[in-house]
Structure formats: structure tokens, C-alpha cells
């Protein structure tokens, strides 16, 4: 029986008189990749905003794992599991790919100031496992041998795979793509949707922000569509392809006649 | 071939470099003494505690990306921090404080420099706590105001108490006593008569070393990594979990703390603080040898600090004689000449290598 990983109830979210989001809902299960859709300017992007910390709602719960957790600050977010790539890609420029993953193991390990300087054994033992579980990870995404490769000389579609690296490895329960599509050509894509099955094949739930329909609803269990702030619909992707709001929220009204 | 190969192989050049620089260390205030007298390895010695003070820098600036153009207050608190704690004035100040040190107050250096490092790196929390959600210009404008702020308080605490003596500064601050040597005056070793200038050149030289050590085990550590990763993208830091303020109190206060035992030494070695040491100028000047060298980049900002602490030194030395030797007279006031080499040479340099003179790894790849 799978539980609920991660709950969203009720979400709002005003800036001054725009409504950006009006009680949202959303409910993630380990292991499964959730779209959410909808027409520029739904909402999609606040929504995301508001679950990692970036900014805060005005109503609303959230629980991940049925721990309740308050995105009051971005880093606490990414503590409690949840880690999310970024629309336009941001990597540390100027370190290295390896170096890249290895602030994402920041969190969860331990060396502080007298380890750095002193460089104890336990530290030493520390970061040597930081720098394996780094390069695993790029492996895992496909650019182990860029590893010592400054981040802002790798192509596009190895920054988006070092940005997901990244993200990975906070050790996420969640991880939450914006867009992690945009901008690719075809083959990219394709090997995109090979890594994110690969990563909900390893028990992690996807959350995706995508306009790329195809991608959508070929990796997506469920869709979750947003239009001027509100769900408009949900469910599977056959369901939400033949929704008569779905399809005017993108078409406009009559489109379907 | 094959020596040349092992000459290109990173680790070697770096152990090499390594002991190069060691060997210039040891033997570069013979040098300079021999072609310029005590007077030069004076200036190597101002050399070092401005590297001390830009490795410092260079901590908040290089590697967290914070620009703090109000470094030099702390410099300024550990050397007013040392001439008080090893100076007749407070005790002059306070009679009641005289009757309980009858032989007055003399601060053992090993309980000034931890103390100046401590306190500095208060001073460097207190400073950083309300601007941590300033970023780039906005921080750049606080920090100086601090910078001036402390520079003016220490101008003006003569009165109602005076604890600074105001701009006629502190005076007759002991020199360093080490294991009972004492640093200040010409001591014999193995028959050899070694200047002041020269011992205190060895003891700024291991200390400046060891700062330079812990500049570099950092930059390779956890915490060194999340600073750069801060500088290079402070949102995407955040959203990896990195508790920015936190790691920006640490580089703050880390930074000064270095700042504070350059002062401290600064303050023994010259048995006199007054405020006029710690103007905006020096400010500037630290942050110009962290950035001419190359932020962020330990041996760039070494070669930035020997830089700009020689060269004006030595074109002051050297531009009069040159006139005299081209033109037969001296046309120009010699330290005019050295301003404006000075600054030609500033604006040369973010010119034509606005990374800086050394800066960190660039790949040109493909």
C-alpha cells in the first residue's frame, strides 16, 4: 500500500490583488512522476515557488513523509527532502562538475571549520566518501567523466544532468523539475526521459513542471493541470488529455466544437 | 623530454613552487637588506602583515563573494586591542588599575593574538548579522561605513574617558617578546648581530604562513565549497540546503579574525597605533592586492599583496634617481611619479586581465 509522500493542501497565494494561486491541492506517492501543466502565466511556477520556500503562502499545509513541514525558509525545505532544479539552469559557474554535486552533499554531512584545518581522520574519512558519492552521481546521470570539468563549460543538456545530479544529492524523498526540458533537442530528451525513469525507478517521487506535451504524458502517472491559479483537472494522462476544461484552458472556449 | 614532462605534471610544479617560495621566504630579507639596508626589509615586513590582512580579505571577498570595503577595521581593533593590553596608557588613565600592576600592564603576546583574533571575529559577526541580506553594491557601501565608524570612534574615545587617546594615538607599546627574546632590538645569534627588522620579518613570515595554510585547507573543505557556491549563485546555494547566513557569519568572522592578528603584530612592531593607520585608503589597497593577484586564488592574492606592497615602495626609491640618470635633474616630485604608476598600473591591469594578475583555473577547452 503506498502512502502519501508528499501532501499539499489548500495553497494560496496573492500578490496584491492577483489570486496566483487559489487553494491548490496536490498529493505525490513514492515512486511516482507527476506532471503539473497548465497555460503560461496558471501558476505552475508559484506553485513551486511556495512548496521549496521561495516565497510564502498565505494558506495552506504541507507534509512530506507525514511530517509537516514549513517552506518558510529555502534551506530548511531542501533539509527536509526536498530538492528542485531551477527553470533557467544554475550551477556554481565557476567550480567544477564534481565540485558542483559535492555542495549538494552539504546537508548532509558534518565538517565544519576545526575539521577543514586540522583535517582529522574522521574528516579526511568524510570527505573522501563526499567526492565517491559525487562522482557516483554524475555517473548515474551520465557525465562521470566531466567530473573535473568547470560547470559553465559543459553543454546544455550536461548542465541540466549536473543540475539533477545536484539536486540528487541532498538525498531528496521529492525532487521537483522546472522545466527540465526546455531548450533540448530531441535526443536529449529522449535520454532525459531515460534518467527521470531511472530515478523514479529508484523509489523517488518527480514532480514536473513541463510544456513539452510528448514528455509529459508519456512519463507522467498523473497530471495535474492549473489554469488562472486554480486545478482545473487531474488524473491520468488519457484522463486529463480528453478534459473538456483542459482543453479550452489551452485551446480557448469552443475550441472543442 | 621525459624531465619535461615531469616538470608540466601538476602536483610536482606545485611541490616545486612550493619550495621555490619557501626558499624566497627564508632568504628575501638578506637580500632586500643587503640592497637597501634595514629600510627595506621594513617594507617586506609591512609586506607581510598586508598579506596577512589580505588573505584575510580574501576569505570574505574571494571565496564567499561578500565585498567588504571596511576590512581594515579590524586591523584596526586588534591593533588598538594589543597597545592597550601592553602600553603604559590605560594604566596612566586608571591610577586604581596601576596600584594592582605595580609593574605595569604587559600583555603576554600569546594572550594578545588569540585575543585580537577572538575579538575580531565578534566585531566581523556584530558587522555581518545586519547585512546579510544585502547583496553586492549595497554591502560594499555598509562595510565602508563601518570601516569609518570604528576608524572615528577610535579618534574620538579620549573623552569623557579616554581609553583611545583620540588622534594623538597610543604610544611606547611593547615589542613582541618571544620564549624571552625580545623582538624590538638587534639580538646575536651564533655570532651573527640580527636586526629587529629581521626577527620580526621570521615571526610575520610563520604566521602569515600558517594563515596561508588555513586559507587553503579551507578553500578544499566542506565549508570552503559552500562559500564559493554562495558566491557563485546565493538562491541555488539556498535551494541546495546551505544555511547562507550562517556560512556568511562564518566567512565574516573567519576573515577578521585574521584581520585582528595583523593588527595586533602590526601594533607590537611599531610601538604606535593612531588612527590615521586605518583610513579608507588601506582598505582599498587590501582589496586592490585580493583583486589585481586574482580573487579567490591564494598564490594570485600572495602575488597581488608583493605587488602593490613593493612596488610603490620601490619606485619611491628608484624614481629620483632615474630622472637623474635620464634627464641629468629631477623634473617630477618622485612620489608623484609613484602615483601614477600606481594607478596606471591598477587600471592596466583590470584592463587587460580583469581576472587578475594569477587567477584561479580557466579552462580554454575546445
Known sequence: MNGQLLKVEGVSKRFGGVHALENVSLYLEPGEVHGLIGPNGAGKTTFFNV?????????????????????????????????????????????????????GRHIRTENGIWAALTRHRRARK?????????????????????????????????????????????????????????????????????????????GRALLLIEHDVKLVMGLCDRITVLDHGQVIARGTPQQVRQDRAVIEAYLGAGAHD | MSLAIAFTEPATRARLGVLLFAMAVLIAPWIAGHAGGNAWVRM???????????????IVVGYAGLLDLGFIAFYALGAYLAALL????LLTQFPALAALLPDGLHTSIWLVVPLAALLAAGLGMLLGAPTLRLRGDYLAIVTLGFGEIIRIVMRNLDRPVNITNGSKGIASVD????????????QELFGFKVASVYLYYYLFAVLAVLILLACLRLQQSRIGRAWMAIRDDEDAAEAMGLDTRKLKLLAFAIGASFGGVAGAMFASFQGFVSPESFTLNESIA?????????????????????????????????????????????????????????????????????AGLWPTRQENLR
Open chain 1, 51 to 103: 512548496m521549496t520556500g521561495l516565497y510564502r503562502a498565505d494558506t495552506g499545509q504541507f507534509s512530506l513523509d507525514d511530517q509537516p513541514y514549513r517552506p518558510d525558509a529555502v534551506h530548511r525545505v531542501a533539509q527536509a527532502g526536498i530538492a528542485r532544479t531551477f527553470q533557467n539552469i544554475r550551477l556554481f559557474a565557476s567550480m567544477t562538475a564534481l565540485e558542483n554535486v559535492m555542495v
Open chain 1, 126 to 202: 568524510e570527505e573522501a566518501r563526499t567526492r565517491d558519492m559525487a562522482l557516483q552521481l554524475l555517473e548515474y546521470v551520465g557525465i562521470g567523466e566531466l567530473a573535473e570539468r568547470r560547470a559553465d563549460t559543459l553543454s546544455y543538456g550536461h548542465q541540466r544532468r549536473l543540475e539533477i545530479a545536484r539536486a540528487l544529492a541532498t538525498e531528496p524523498r521529492v525532487l521537483a523539475l522546472d522545466e527540465p526540458a526546455a531548450g533540448m533537442n530531441a535526443v536529449e530528451k529522449q535520454q532525459l526521459r531515460e534518467l527521470l525513469d531511472r530515478i523514479r525507478g529508484d
Open chain 2, 44 to 58: 617586506l615586513d609591512f609586506a607581510l602583515l598586508y598579506l596577512m590582512l589580505a588573505l584575510g580579505l580574501n
Open chain 2, 86 to 89: 601592553a602600553s603604559p596608557h
Open chain 2, 175 to 186: 615589542p613582541v617578546h618571544l620564549f624571552g627574546v625580545n623582538l624590538g632590538r638587534t
Open chain 2, 286 to 354: 587590501v582589496l586592490a592586492m585580493v583583486v589585481l593577484g586574482g580573487m579567490g586564488h591564494i598564490p594570485g592574492v600572495v602575488l597581488g599583496c608583493l605587488l602593490l606592497a613593493a612596488l610603490p615602495e620601490v619606485l619611491r626609491a628608484s624614481m629620483g634617481s632615474l630622472q637623474q640618470w635620464l634627464f641629468g635633474q629631477v623634473l617630477v616630485d618622485p612620489e608623484i611619479v609613484r602615483q601614477l604608476f600606481y594607478g596606471l598600473a591598477l587600471i592596466l591591469v583590470m584592463l587587460y586581465r580583469p
